[in-house]
């Protein structure tokens, strides 16, 4: 068996998630699907990030097992084959048996989309969070300083997650205006469930005056989800890149 590790984009928008779920359409699913249609052999797909519904990707990875004789330079040609034209794989390379692409991460980063004008936009409606009023984003710029570092993030995790800790470093959090877009890029070496969302969110909250400059600080201090914003929309967000050891 060889072990290989896919590079893929995706729009999120018609999928409800990442994950293989009952009765709904997946993006692994549809990953599995394409090689099965590839080899004729059942195999499973293990992504290094987990996203949501309508949660798009510009750098997912993931692995799979395979005993077919395709090179690793030709298995995105095929894939993309029998993939739909909202998923793409851009890369593969093999790697160790003992790899994987969720375990072995050390590195992911996030972008938010936050689309700002009094009219929301045709072509953006799936791929920004839309925002009417006006947004201070030099006071979202300050908000975001007290999140770099290691800290115990409790309070931005959603209801349902099952991460064994809490405790996540940032590396890298900023917000940037061209014109009516704003975007939110944040990296770290992992994210708790809907941690990216819920700090785009307070974000905005933030922008709008409705929540003060502190709030970061007070929400790790404290550990408390209520302290917080809301949770941003899913289409806002893009997985941008996944980073292994031998990457960084």
């Not at 052999?41 to 510009?58: E, K, M, N, Q, W």
């Amino acid at each position: 068996m060889k072990r290989f590790l896919l590079t893929l984009e995706y729009e999120g928008t018609a999928y409800s998630g990442w994950q293989r779920q009952l009765h709904q359409n997946s993006v692994q699913e549809e990953l599995e699907r394409a090689l099965f249609t590839a080899t004729r052999v059942h195999t499973p797909v293990t992504g290094a990030s987990r996203t949501d519904a309508g949660v798009h990707a510009l750098g997912q990875r993931a692995h799979f097992d395979t005993n077919a004789n395709i090179p690793e330079d030709k298995w995105p040609y095929v894939l993309n084959t029998h993939l739909p034209p909202d998923i793409r794989v851009s890369d593969c390379r093999r790697v160790g048996e003992t790899f994987h692409a969720r375990f072995s991460a050390r590195r992911k980063a996030y972008e938010y989309r936050i689309y700002n004008r009094r009219h929301h936009s045709a072509l953006l409606r799936n791929f920004a969070a839309f925002v009417p009023l006006p947004l201070d984003e030099e006071k979202m710029s300050r908000a975001l300083l007290p999140l770099l570092g290691t800290h115990d993030f409790a309070a931005f995790q959603a209801s349902g997650g099952t991460a064994k800790t809490t405790v996540r470093t940032i590396f890298k959090a900023a917000v940037t205006r061209q014109g009516d877009d704003l975007t939110l890029l944040i990296e770290g070496d992992a994210f708790l469930y809907n941690m990216v969302r819920i700090i785009a969110g307070t974000l905005i909250g933030v922008g709008q005056g409705k929540l003060d400059a502190d709030v970061f600080e007070r929400a790790i201090q404290t550990r408390d989800r209520l302290a917080l914003g809301v949770t941003a929309p899913a289409c806002g967000l893009t997985l941008r890149r996944v980073w292994y050891e031998d990457e960084l």
